[in-house]
């Protein structure tokens, strides 16, 4: 057991929440993760309505938790509607200003999470009202920015400790095992995001081939990237990138982004691939700490040894 200040905030068994990866948590997964002793988010993504609904059916009745990358939810504020009705465990922003949903969010007495890549952006997160604040690294899959989970972590440690005391921290990005978890403890926070080590989760919504790319690749296969979202048309504000397993077509267009842009030949064959798992064309989204997993475990097994892994550090090595 490793009690920690989240632990009892969220009422869980230990200070792991799952990610909430667009397209690859759904409700299988986030109710997995919560059953196991963790936190479970299902990732909202773009705003689905459809999907949301289909994913919080297959959660059934676990009490699970919601994302949503918050430049999109600007675009679509009715989505937000469908998730508090679900009456979630917490809901989770990430990439944008969640100032104009954190009160209709907290007016349901309903956590906030807010996930930050810098400074400013965490002192922006306790301003609004954040209940918990996720510092994320560029070592996370998905997307992100620059900064890195060793040096930010602490850095919003010290802040939180000194200006908003109540306010919680996870750290976010590399986070795959449990010396991953006790490092995150260590640097000062309450807990940890896990997305790429439950992104190759069993219970995850990953094309086979993903899974084999994923397992075969290194840590010096990934990539932060634009070129993805170029060709998939999603209009990503340009402070964030991906980080993703490098290929052919990354090979080719990445840094040649404008002229992926003009070329509808091109963009289509990645999303084609990316439905057919053809990983020479399409990419895996995930982060560095890909380098550490190489096998394909149920929510539970990798929640057991990260746990066991992380107790046996934080009590025994020093
Ligand atoms: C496949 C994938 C999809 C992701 N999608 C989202 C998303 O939709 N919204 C979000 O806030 N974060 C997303 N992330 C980022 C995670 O929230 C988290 O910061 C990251 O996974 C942590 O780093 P790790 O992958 O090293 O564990 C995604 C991550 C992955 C791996």
């Known amino acids: 057991m490793l009690s ?23 409700g299988k997964l986030a109710s997995a993760v919560t059953n196991a002793g963790g936190l479970g988010l299902i990732g909202g993504g773009y705003g689905d309505e459809i999907w949301l609904q289909e994913q919080f059916d297959e959660a059934g009745n676990t009490v699970v938790g919601c994302g949503l ?3 999109a ?4 504020p009715d989505c937000l509607d469908l998730v508090l009705s679900k009456k979630p465990k917490a809901i989770f922003l990430s990439f944008g200003d969640p100032a104009i949903h954190a009160k209709k969010i907290k007016s349901h007495n309903i956590p906030l999470i807010c996930q930050i890549q810098t400074l400013k952006d965490a002192k922006h997160a306790v301003d609004i009202g954040a209940d918990i604040v996720v510092a994320q690294g560029a070592e996370a899959g998905g997307h992100g920015e620059k900064r890195a989970t060793f040096t ?19 750290a976010a990005g590399g ?28 219970e995850a919504l990953v094309h086979p081939n993903m899974w084999q790319a994923g397992i075969k690749a ?10 993805a979202d170029v060709a998939r048309d999603r209009d990503w504000p340009e402070r964030y ?14 840094n040649d982004e404008a002229a992926l842009a003009a070329n509808e ?14 990983t020479s064309i399409a990419n895996a989204f995930v982060g560095e700490a890909i380098g550490q997993i190489s096998s394909i475990e149920t929510a539970v097994d990798i929640i057991t040894n990260m746990m066991q892994e992380a107790e046996i550090l934080l009590r025994n090595k020093w």
């Open 4 to 26: 920690t200040r989240l632990t009892k905030y969220l009422g869980i068994e230990h200070p792991i929440i799952s990610a909430p990866m667009a397209f690859a948590s759904g």
């Open 69 to 71: 990358i918050t430049w």
């Open 241 to 254: 990138s991906i980080n993703l397993i490098s290929n052919e077509f990354s090979d080719r267009w990445h």
């Open 152 to 170: 930010l972590v602490p850095e919003v440690a010290d802040y939180l400790a000194t200006h908003a005391p109540n306010v919680l921290l996870v």
């Open 218 to 227: 290194t840590g010096d296969d990934t990539l932060r990237a634009t070129f």
């Open 175 to 202: 986070v795959a095992d449990g010396r991953g978890l006790a490092a995150g403890l260590m640097l000062g926070a309450d807990g940890v995001l896990v997305g790429s080590r439950f992104w190759a989760a069993s």
């Open 73 to 76: 939810l600007d675009k679509n």
């Open 265 to 278: 030949k091109a963009k289509q064959s990645w999303r084609q691939a990316n439905l057919d798992g053809d």
